[in-house]
């Protein structure tokens, strides 16, 4: 159980083109999920938390406007990374859980190159 | 905001030996503590966790321990495999459920 899964792995875009992120909880409602990005041989950096319903929660130094989240369901929430361009190049990866006595379960991310 | 520092870096243990990876937080009010497991090009998957109440908990091969007074916590590998070699973080996070990460740990069993 506790799966989550990301759309897509993987994507090479133009610069200046938008990208959308998918990241879906199979089998169980997730009331909170978190953006990641990690930067080759680094750790997890956190972006953003969304909640249902709620406008996403932007960590320091992460501009909301460059990356906008969506969660309108308990079971979907998508980042799009607006205008890409080469700097943005990295692995993301959400995360998604049920409440602070559970632990978060990771998707398998998405590797996005801008060219 | 919390701060976790994770040594060593690099770990390379003959197979069949031990692992130890050590964590230190800076929060005292972190109070969950999950150890996560990434291979190359996936996300990561939690292997262990432990919450501030207790000292010290073991599933199979894998144990963690927690000293609330000194602020760390480490993660302990028995009878180590091939397949264990991947990247290891520690993470620590409060009741906003927001996690903090360490830097990492790339472990190498040797054949």
């Known amino acids: 159980g506790a799966v989550v899964s990301q759309h897509p792995s993987w994507v090479i875009c133009k610069s200046g083109t938008s990208v959308k992120i998918e990241c879906r909880s199979l089998?169980?409602?997730?009331?909170?999920m978190f953006w990641y990005r990690q930067f080759p041989k680094q750790s997890l950096m956190l972006m953003a938390t969304s909640n249902e319903g709620s406008k996403a929660t932007y960590e320091q130094g992460v501009e909301k406007d460059k990356f906008l989240i969506n969660h309108a369901s308990l079971t979907l929430s998508t980042l799009t990374v607006t205008s890409a361009h080469p700097e943005d190049s990295s692995f993301y990866i959400c995360s998604a859980g049920t409440d602070i006595n559970q632990p978060q379960h990771f998707g398998d991310g998405t590797r996005l190159s801008i060219l | 905001g919390e701060n976790v520092e994770q040594h060593p870096s690099t770990l390379s243990v003959q197979e069949g030996d031990s692992a130890v990876i050590k964590c230190t937080y800076s929060d005292s009010a972190s109070n969950y503590f999950p150890w996560y497991k990434q291979e190359l090009g996936k996300g990561p998957q939690l292997i262990i966790d432990?919450?501030?109440?207790?000292g010290e908990k073991k599933d199979q091969r894998i144990a963690v321990t927690l000293n609330k007074t000194a602020k760390h916590f480490s993660l302990h590998i028995t009878e180590t495999q091939p397949e264990d070699s991947a990247v290891y973080f520690c993470?620590?996070?409060?009741?906003?459920?927001?996690?903090?990460f360490g830097a990492g740990t790339t472990v190498t069993v040797r054949a």
């Open positions: 993470a620590a996070s409060r009741d906003d459920y927001k996690l903090s």
């Open positions: 432990i919450r501030s109440n207790v």
């Open positions: 089998d169980f409602q997730a009331t909170t």
